[in-house]
């Protein structure tokens, strides 16, 4: 099962960009792309780095820390989509002017 939680509200993430907030005792990296939120796990499957402070290009971002390329809808490894590394993606919707994402809960 899944909940929502308000992550913050519409404008406070720029266009092309992403934010990290924690929920639940996890650390969510919310991008908008194209006017599309979208959420996966903010800590790399690499070494940890914050995936949500990385530069967004055609749907990826690339990892700060060593550039590693993670698709910011569906958290997919770009560089070996093969593999069965990725990042968790989330559900995110927009009620109002709260952005709000969908974690499992427990
Ligand atoms: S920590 Fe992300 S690619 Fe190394």
């Keep these: 099962m899944a909940e929502f939680y308000t992550v913050a509200r519409v404008g406070e993430i720029p266009e092309g960009e992403g934010r990290s ?15 599309e939120y979208s959420a996966i796990d903010d800590i790399c499957s690499h070494m940890g780095a914050s995936l949500a402070s990385g530069n967004v290009e ?16 569906e958290g997919t490894w ?9 990042q968790k993606c989330f559900e995110v919707r927009v009620v109002g002017e709260e952005i709000q994402v969908a974690v499992p809960v427990e």
Excluded: T
Aim: proline fraction near 8%; aromatic fraction near 16%; hydrophobic fraction near 50%.
């Design 78 to 86: 770009l560089d070996n989509p093969k593999s069965a590394i990725g």
């Design 21 to 35: 907030f924690p929920i639940e005792g996890r650390m969510v990296a919310v991008f908008l792309l194209d006017g």
């Design 58 to 73: 055609n749907g990826a971002v690339y990892c700060p820390w060593h550039a590693w390329r993670f698709c910011v809808k």
